[in-house]
């Protein structure tokens, strides 16, 4: 089949659109926010690890399938180090990662309709290494990013991103919040996507859930799914700041809340 014609090819481009959509909408969401020692990243699931590093101060996490995301991980992990050998460490940075090596990577695959495209969604996060900020990207499976300084979600479809994003947004600022809080609200921002799905409604209402809706959510959730989290934890000694949380850091953060 030859995609000569123009109308042919937006027809091409718009059903692998379709077909990218059904296969992500099952995907668990991720959240990233910044926290008082730099960034945290939650998730819920029940199967393969979600969350990695990449570099130093560069976190990785993603929503598709395995082997895609794992190729595109190595490519960045790949770029990274090449990057640190021959410039210096502190070129790594997040935003030329995304910019020169992911997005258009993403992007070629999805406008060539001949061949398979990435069945992935990506977020990536990162701590300067001289200026200590956080800074945020989250990239779709056609190319597209969007840069954030206040956090992100990376949800399988576009009105629960919406909710999500909308929920984090209302919880504020929160570069100085303990890790605890972040956790809560990273939590219950991962929680309005087992909400009931009416934006409408939401909207008209005016008011984001509340901890008394979306908490119960969380705990049954929690039964049948394993919390990822891990850290870019400015505090932490040595070059590299990822850390994933462990079980009795977990633990003790769910104590009295959801435990």
Known sequence: MVYDEPYRWVEAVRNRRDYLEEQLSAGSPIVA?????????????????????????????????????????????????????????????????????????????????????????????????????????????????????????LAPTAPMSERMAAFLNAAGETHSVSLKEALQIALRTWAVSQLPTDLEA????????????????????LESHTLEAALLDRTQPGSSKYRTLSHDEIEQALKGWLK
């Open 202 to 221: 939401e909207k008209e209402a005016g008011a984001p859930p509340t901890p008394k809706e979306l908490d119960p959510l969380l705990k049954r959730s």
């Open 33 to 153: 926010l910044p926290y008082e020692n730099g960034v945290l990243m939650a998730t819920l699931g029940a199967g393969t690890s979600k969350l990695y590093e990449v570099y130093d101060q560069i976190a990785f996490g993603g929503i598709g399938h395995p082997a895609d995301l794992e190729k595109l991980r190595n490519v960045v992990l790949d770029a990274a180090h090449v990057e640190g050998f021959n410039r210096s460490p502190v070129d790594v940075t997040v935003r030329r990662l995304m910019k020169f090596i992911l997005a258009p990577m993403v992007k070629q695959a999805f406008e060539e309709v001949l061949h398979a495209p990435y069945i992935a969604k990506i977020v990536m996060a990162e701590i300067g290494i001289l200026s200590g900020k956080a800074l945020f990207f989250h990239l779709n499976y056609d190319g597209v990013f969007e840069e954030q300084e206040r956090g992100v979600v």
